[in-house]
């Protein structure tokens, strides 16, 4: 086709986002719901696809993340 196409669904993994690239040679992908308790998939995403290292992600800094949205959800529902 002469259009742009993005690649979207089961994106969970930067692997599994290289994957469908490399298989259906789309131009870029679409990450959804596979970010969902995952923030850091686009950064490793990227990484990946730019031929950089990729982070794994600590235990710690999960549960901070955890911490961090948790005090935001007190902040906004508190609000209402």
């Known amino acids: 086709v002469n259009i742009p196409v993005i690649g979207n669904g089961d994106i969970k993994t930067c692997y599994d986002a290289k994957r469908m690239i490399e298989e259906t040679k789309c131009d ?3 990450i959804g719901r596979g970010v969902l308790g ?29 911490i961090k949205h948790l005090n935001l959800l007190k902040e906004i529902f508190s609000n209402l």
């Open 28 to 30: 870029a992908v679409m």
């Open 38 to 66: 995952n923030p850091w998939l686009i950064r490793n995403t990227i990484a990946l696809l730019d031929n950089k290292e990729t982070v794994t992600v600590s235990l710690e800094d999960r549960v901070n993340m955890c």
